[in-house]
């Protein structure tokens, strides 16, 4: 079995570079490849995501779809181009609980977390980190108001 991983903009996978060249030699259909990445990927569109291809002795393929990074899912609910450059003194926009929420369900598979509560604190973790601030307060502040149990009953799972 051989696997190949690369980084593709949802929806956007063709035969060209990366992956032809990395599956050229491995003797598969490339055009179904790109088309079940492409089918795979679409909800991602504009994001850069990681795609792994195992490629069996039989030239059978399973295509596997990881989740692309925590500030571009930020960055897509939010609309933005770029994060804060200064986080700690510039704010590059507003999200909700709810729309932090929706992210921490995406990401749950590859977080470290296993309950919703922590896993939103991974989100605002980040958001922090980008100058965005959750429900109008900083992130670092509304990380306190999770830990204080505040939110508690929004996030039930």
Do not use: H, R, W
């Amino acid at each position: 079995m051989s696997k190949v991983s690369v980084m593709i903009e949802g929806g956007k996978a063709t035969a060209a570079a990366p992956l032809g060249p990395a599956l050229g030699p491995l003797g598969v259909d490339v055009g179904a490849i790109v088309d079940k990445i492409n089918e795979k990927t679409a909800t991602f569109n504009g994001m850069k995501v990681p795609v792994e291809i195992e490629v069996n002795s039989d030239k059978t393929f399973e295509v596997s779809v990881g989740t692309p990074p925590m500030s571009a899912l930020i960055k897509k609910e939010l609309n933005l181009q770029k994060a804060a450059g200064n986080p700690k003194t510039e704010k590059a926009g507003n999200i909700s609980l709810e729309q932090v929420k929706n992210i921490a369900k995406s990401k749950q598979d590859s977080l470290s977390s296993y309950k919703l509560k922590s896993s939103v604190k991974e989100v605002v973790g980040t958001c922090d980190s980008m100058g965005i601030y959750v429900e109008g307060k900083k992130a670092s502040e509304f990380i306190k108001d999770i830990e204080s149990g505040q939110y508690d009953s929004q996030l039930q799972e």
